[in-house]
């Protein structure tokens, strides 16, 4: 058995073909799409990318590893203390340990650990590659590594390669010659003269006139990626940024696909594609970053293709990224692990048959502190922290009627609200009775100072370039809500 696992960073199922956008940016995903299962509501549990990477790998909610942020104690993981054995239970529990039970060789293609200082990313597996990049590397930069790889284990049966490609994750680094693939392609139809006015006198970090987080400088040797955005050829450079993206990762993934069919292995290797997190291209103001709790944030793709298993199925049920796991365990008929958060969808993979959850609850808490809580159509939003966006504390969005998030129902819809934070305590309440520690670390988080990427001294900053642009109302609450933090600088 030979299984390839690819995680794209930052990509948003919604920009890809199979799940029905309008450009063709994904032309290889949709070849194996076509053939495997595509599951349309597929969450991370904890984004952005530390915390949704050690979630899937450990198989446990951030509020249980301890990981849910990129610095301060959250940006670490729990150690086990007085109960940890000779070995952690990564050694047994982590996601690759499902393959090495299996007698396969585990493999990694990846910068993430050093990234982010992750190091327990690696337990698992047999081989680790780093690209060198810490996550700045471009698809060109890491093919030719999965190639050599591929062309070194021809001859090898039961494998697990896992690779992470980062195109799509800002800053937007296609090169250049790669073209411009969709310039003369129609942009979201959402994003309407109106809309984008709206969003160029919006508040906080990754807004419009500062994609740059807390201003509009820009970098030279990432041209693809806007320091702002000021008028409709702005947001072309953008939203034409991260698509040329996606579309040059499906390019190279597409050499991966050749390799395997030159090698006649093509037809039986497994195929998992996913992400770790999606990205906002304008949802609640926020462009080129994957900071909220939202959907576009925390929406993943997932396709498995699995020789021999369901074809040409689509599952719409609701599933967290750390079901993985499970799912491989229960097919493989192993154990699940006792410390998994879990659930198995082995049963949708094998004949088509239902294995969703009733609710999902998901967090964000390195650029804002939310809980979210996606059921039904609904999508509930609950901020702790702003992350200086100046959120209202409740968000409610329908999303079949409005997909982009543009209208809050918070305050015309209680009962929905109110049932959201019933499903949001009763959450917590299990989360909090299933593990050991008696502290929420995204209340650690915000007694800190806040989120990693929004610190107070990050708000002098921003304060000067939103009056700098002429928003000074904006900057104006910012100083009124944040005093007390101001004040203590």
């Not at 006792?338 to 659930?343: I, L």
Request: net charge negative.
């Amino acid at each position: 058995m030979r299984v390839l696992l690819l995680d794209l960073d930052s990509t948003r199922p919604d920009h890809m073909g199979c799940y029905g956008y309008h450009r063709n940016t994904t032309p290889n995903i949709d070849k194996i799409a076509e053939e495997g299962v595509r599951f349309t509501n597929y969450y991370t549990t904890d984004a952005p990318c530390a915390p949704s990477r050690n979630a899937l790998m450990t198989g446990r909610f951030g509020i249980h590893t301890g990981n849910i942020g990129h610095g301060g104690t959250a940006g670490d993981m729990r150690l086990e203390g007085e109960n940890r054995e000779f070995h952690d239970l990564l050694k047994t529990d982590s996601l690759p340990t499902v393959f090495r039970q299996e007698g396969m060789k585990t493999a990694l293609v990846s910068p993430f650990a050093e990234r982010h200082s992750s190091w327990q990313f690696y337990a698992g597996f047999n081989e680790m590659y780093n690209t060198g990049k810490t996550g700045d590397e471009s698809a060109e930069e890491v093919t030719p590594t999965v190639l050599d790889w591929l062309d070194r284990h021809e001859d090898q049966d039961d494998w697990f390669l896992y690779v992470n490609y980062w195109d799509p994750h800002t800053p937007y680094r296609a090169p250049e010659s790669f073209g411009d693939p969709f310039k003369e392609e129609p942009l979201p139809e959402w994003i309407t003269d109106e809309v984008l006015a709206e969003h160029l006198e919006s508040i906080g970090p990754h807004s419009a006139r500062e994609i740059n987080m807390y201003d509009n400088s820009e970098r030279p040797s990432f041209p693809r990626q806007p320091g702002e955005i000021t008028d409709r050829q702005g947001l072309r450079r953008v939203i034409d940024g991260y698509d040329t993206g996606l579309h040059f990762l499906d390019q190279h993934i597409g050499q991966l696909f050749a390799k395997l069919e030159e090698q006649g292995l093509l037809e039986e290797t497994i195929i998992i594609i996913t992400a770790d997190h999606g990205e906002n291209l304008g949802e609640l103001g926020i462009y080129a970053e994957h900071g909220t709790a939202d959907q576009m944030t925390c929406r993943l793709p997932m396709i498995i293709r699995w020789p021999g298993m369901q074809a040409g199925h689509v599952d719409e049920d609701l599933h967290y990224h750390l079901d993985l796991g499970p799912t491989l365990a229960e097919l493989f008929q192993q154990k699940p692990r006792a410390s998994w958060d879990g659930q198995s969808y082995a049963t949708v993979l094998k004949n088509g048959e239902r294995a969703g959850r009733d609710y999902l609850v998901f967090s964000q808490n390195a650029h804002v502190c939310q809980r979210s809580v996606r059921f039904d159509d609904w999508l509930y939003i609950r901020t702790y922290h702003d992350g200086f966006h100046l959120f209202d504390k409740e968000m409610l969005f329908n999303l079949a009627d409005d997909p982009y998030e543009q209208v809050n129902l918070a305050e015309e819809k209680r009962d929905i609200c109110k049932e959201a934070v019933y499903l949001l305590n009763e959450w917590h309440d299990e989360m909090m009775t299933t593990m050991k520690y008696d502290v929420d670390p995204m209340w650690t988080v915000i007694k800190e100072g806040g989120p990693y990427h929004a610190k107070p001294e990050n708000l002098q900053r921003y304060l000067k370039h939103l009056r700098k642009t002429g928003r000074e109302e904006g900057a104006r609450k910012l100083e009124e809500k944040y005093a007390a933090e101001l004040a203590k600088l």
